[in-house]
C-alpha cells in the first residue's frame, strides 16, 4: 500500500514541480504538424499549458496509479526546463524537454536521506490531438535500504489532456 502511495504522491506532485513563465515566448507556437506554420487545417503544436493526467498500468508489477493528477508543461526558449521542490520531506525533481509536437517527461523522487524512492521517464509523448497527449512512461519504485534495489517497476499509458 505504501509503493501505491508513493506513486500518487508522484503524479499529484507532478503539477507542482513545473511552473510557468509568461515573459518568454511560446517556442513552438505557430508550428503545425507538417512543420509549417499558420495552416489552419493543420494540427497546432503549442504543448505548453497544464493538463490533466490519466495513468493506465500496460505491465509491471507496481500495481495502479489510482490518483489522476495535473501536470504543467511551463514556456521555455531553450525548451527544457527543470524543477526542484522540497514536499513532505522529499526532493522533487521534474525535467520537461519539447520537441516539436511532442515532449520527454523525467521525474525523481529522492527522500530526505538522500536514497531514491521513485523514477519516472517519459521519452516520446505524442500530440494526438489538439490539447490531447499520449505515450507511455515508465515507472520504478526502490526500496529504502542501501544499496538501493528496485522494488517494482511498471509501464503506464499516460493520456494528458489540456485544461481549457
Same mark, same amino acid.
Given at each position: ?19 510557468? =513563465?509568461? +515573459? ?26 497544464? %493538463?490533466?493526467?490519466?495513468? *493506465? ?7 495502479? !496509479? *489510482? +490518483? ?8 521555455? /526558449?531553450?525548451?527544457?526546463? &527543470?524543477? &526542484?521542490?522540497?514536499?513532505?520531506? /522529499?526532493?522533487?525533481? *521534474? ?11 523525467? %521525474? =525523481? ?5 538522500? &536514497?531514491?524512492?521513485? +523514477?519516472?521517464?517519459? =521519452? =516520446? ?16 519504485? %526502490?526500496?529504502? *535500504? ?9 509501464? %503506464?499509458? !499516460?493520456?494528458?489532456?489540456? /485544461?481549457?
Amino acid at each position: 500500500m505504501h509503493a501505491q502511495h508513493i506513486a500518487s504522491v508522484l503524479i499529484l506532485s507532478l503539477v507542482a514541480a513545473c511552473t510557468s =513563465d509568461s +515573459s518568454s515566448p511560446k517556442s513552438d507556437a505557430g508550428t503545425t504538424m507538417n512543420g509549417e506554420g499558420g495552416d489552419d487545417a493543420s494540427l497546432e503544436c503549442d504543448l505548453t499549458g497544464t %493538463y490533466f493526467v490519466l495513468a *493506465t498500468a500496460v505491465s509491471g508489477n507496481c500495481g495502479p !496509479l *489510482t +490518483s489522476p493528477a495535473m501536470l504543467t508543461v511551463p514556456e521555455s /526558449r531553450s525548451g527544457v526546463a &527543470t524543477e &526542484t521542490e522540497m514536499q513532505f520531506g /522529499r526532493s522533487l525533481t *521534474t525535467t520537461v524537454v519539447l520537441k516539436g509536437c511532442s515532449l520527454r517527461l523525467a %521525474y =525523481d523522487v529522492v527522500s530526505s536521506n538522500g &536514497t531514491l524512492e521513485l +523514477s519516472l521517464s517519459a =521519452d =516520446d509523448l505524442q500530440q494526438v490531438s489538439e490539447g490531447l497527449l499520449q505515450g507511455r512512461a515508465f515507472i520504478e519504485r %526502490y526500496a529504502p *535500504t542501501m544499496p538501493q534495489t528496485v522494488a517494482c517497476e511498471g509501464v %503506464y499509458e !499516460l493520456t494528458m489532456s489540456k /485544461r481549457p
